[in-house]
């Protein structure tokens, strides 16, 4: 009995030693893999980028498949003789290589089939030559959080003709490095669907030129308000709390506030790029009271606002004050704070009233508009969000002040879901009557008719009027309108309140 | 930005043959859309139709249609905000139902007139 307990002991231990020396080698590899992996966030589009800059010949799908091949070998090299000294240079100087020789075969091809360019051909191979010489030091990648490049091509992926979603999704794939199955989990989309989305969106950069062309300088500033669209609508994608992956969902959002922060610090944004920083940082500020001890949906009204992060609110202060046009006075960092006569005074000043900004070319500019004072909806957005930070209780919160914002929303263009949102805080506001009327509207347009949170917000209400017969029809409507689990539940909830 | 009008078409047969349920999940589908153009605020408003109506020809002749010839048919639209035309084409096909293959879409841009 003794000998087999020691022969099991002994052989466990040999085991242990092996999975030891497994574990070790798993180790490195793991270091290399998160080294590349790092790599690969912050360098993808930039190489690809940098590439094609200096080889125009190549072609975006070349490009990306030179890059891709460069990490998969720095993958399998750099386990075997570990990390070099200078990891973005290394992969940029195989790239270049691989590069060189594409382009010389392809040369190759090019001069037998026409063999009276054999001056250009030998110039051409000299200057590869040349380049391929270069040591890796002279290498221009260094270290920065965001770069001149990443914001160059942030710029360029800010395309007019592109829409928003492309947008969103060629700058989720190279400024901020996402490989298409985060892209896919980050969107709530299928790999599949990304992938369409992104070969239609490269036939436009290879024909357009889009990564190599520089925007200039008046460009920028007409595709400001884009960049502000794309970074908020990466920001929403990750505060968005129905879909798995939180960890990747905050890094969208964070990787959102630094690309905003990059910028102001670069001196290319406006007033409207602090108005969208605060609102971020105002909604950052609750992001890890949206949820329950069980994991579980919670909405503003039942947050616990002690968890709300007051430095970041502070901080969101700071950037709405920055992007002034509010006329917020006394605004403190927390509580207490009013707005200058106890309303909405000088809020929006400047904004026509008279329909001029409904009509004409220039008109409603959704989402990205901006008065001629260079107030944006992102202020309105960032006031309301500052007035629900600041409040002490949900029912002591400004719900007539918060209207008068949504009021002014709404001004900027017809948003069924802004309208949602406007008549809630007149509820609250007091006005049942006219916040019903304008929820059964609502109901009549084909577009929210099956929208879970109208029909949920109904059975709230009318729970809170006292009709528990149509608060449990609306209810139970909602809860055949979304798959989400985590939504169902939430309505589970809400319904549990209605008692029997 | 500018307006334009997407008109949606469809296979008149299937849209014919499709149940009340299987019509309700693509109001939910487009409502997930409509929901991602308001987002981004291109969104103006947009209008299933039924799946019936009358036809006037340039001599005032009514008739029923115009579904008995017509592979496809005007089954909706939207109006959207969009940058320029390239931009409201590319957003059309972001529509899920355009993605899976479902409608077509047909895209206007809508004469505006300025008052100088």
Redesign the interface.
């Known amino acids: 009995m003794n000998k087999t307990d020691y022969k099991i002991g002994a052989s466990n231990g040999a085991g242990a030693g092996a999975a030891r020396g497994e574990t070790v080698r798993a180790g490195t590899n793991c270091l290399v893999e998160q080294a590349v992996g790092r790599l690969y966030r912050s360098h993808y589009g930039k190489m690809v980028a940098n590439i094609l800059s200096r080889y125009p010949d190549l072609g975006l799908e070349t490009a990306e498949d030179l890059v891709q091949d460069a990490f998969a070998v720095a993958l399998t090299e750099w386990a075997r003789d570990g990390i070099p000294n200078n990891p973005p240079g290394w992969i940029y100087v195989v790239i270049r290589n691989r590069a060189i020789n594409r382009l010389k075969a392809d040369k190759k091809m090019w001069v037998v089939a026409d063999a009276g360019q054999a001056d250009t051909r030998s110039v051409v191979a000299e200057s590869l030559m040349g380049e391929a010489l270069l040591s890796m030091e002279e290498v221009p990648l260094q270290e920065q959080v965001v770069d001149d490049e990443q914001l160059r091509l942030l710029f360029a992926c800010a395309h007019p003709d592109l829409s928003p979603k492309v947008q969103v999704v060629i700058t989720l794939k190279y400024v901020i490095n996402l490989k298409v199955e985060a892209i896919a989990r980050a969107l709530g989309m299928t790999v599949d669907g990304i992938d369409k989305l992104l070969s239609r969106a490269r036939k436009k950069i290879r024909e357009e030129k889009i990564f190599l062309v520089e925007p200039h300088a008046a460009g920028l500033v007409h595709r400001l308000p884009i960049v502000h669209k794309i970074i908020y609508l990466i920001y929403n994608e990750g505060y968005k709390p129905a879909s798995g992956d939180a960890v990747l969902h905050e890094e969208l959002c964070g990787e959102a506030l630094i690309l905003n922060k990059a910028l102001m610090d670069n001196g290319l944004g406006g007033r409207a790029t602090a108005a969208l920083h605060a609102l971020m940082l105002f909604n950052a500020a609750r992001f890890g009271a949206r949820f329950g001890p069980r994991g579980e949906l919670l909405d503003l009204e039942d947050q616990n606002r002690e968890l709300w992060s007051k430095p970041l609110i502070m901080m969101g202060c700071d950037f709405l004050r920055r992007a002034g046009g509010l006329e917020v006075e006394g605004m403190s960092p927390v509580g207490g704070s009013t707005f200058k006569g106890g309303g909405v005074h000088g809020l929006g000043r400047g904004i026509p009233r008279d329909g001029a900004i409904r009509g004409g070319t220039a008109g409603a500019q959704p989402g990205a508009g901006a008065d001629t004072d260079g107030v944006t909806t992102y202020h309105y957005e960032a006031a309301i969000a500052w007035v629900h930070c600041t409040a002490k209780s949900w029912l002591l919160t400004e719900w007539r002040l918060i209207s008068r914002l949504y009021e002014r929303l709404l001004e900027w263009g017809p948003n069924p879901f802004v309208q949602l949102s406007y008549a809630i805080a007149l509820f609250y506001a007091g006005e049942r009557t006219t916040a019903l009327a304008i929820l059964h509207q609502l109901l009549q347009t084909p577009a929210m008719n099956q929208y879970y949170l109208l029909n949920a917000t109904l059975g709230k209400l009318y729970l809170l009027e006292g009709h528990p017969g149509r608060s449990r029809e609306f209810f139970t409507r909602a809860l055949g309108q979304t798959a989400l689990v985590s939504e169902q539940e939430f309505i589970r909830r809400k319904m549990e309140l209605i008692g029997d | 930005?500018?307006k334009f009008l997407l008109l949606i078409r469809e296979d008149a047969e299937q849209r014919a043959k499709m149940t009340q349920e299987e019509f309700?999940r693509c109001?939910?589908i487009?409502?997930g859309w409509?929901?991602?153009l308001?987002?981004?605020?291109?969104?103006?408003?947009?209008?299933?139709l039924q799946h019936r109506g009358k036809v006037i020809s340039k001599d005032n002749i009514v008739s029923d249609g115009p579904f008995i010839e017509a592979k496809e048919a005007i089954s909706g639209y939207f109006l959207i905000?969009a940058?320029?035309l390239?931009?409201a084409a590319?957003?059309a096909?972001?529509c899920p139902l355009v993605?899976a293959g479902r409608l077509g879409m047909e895209v206007r841009p809508i004469i505006?007139f300025?008052?100088e």
């Open positions: 930005m500018e309700d109001i939910q487009m409502g409509v929901e991602s308001a987002q981004t605020g291109n969104y103006i408003s947009s209008e299933p905000y940058e320029n390239e931009q590319s957003i096909q972001t993605l505006l300025g008052n």
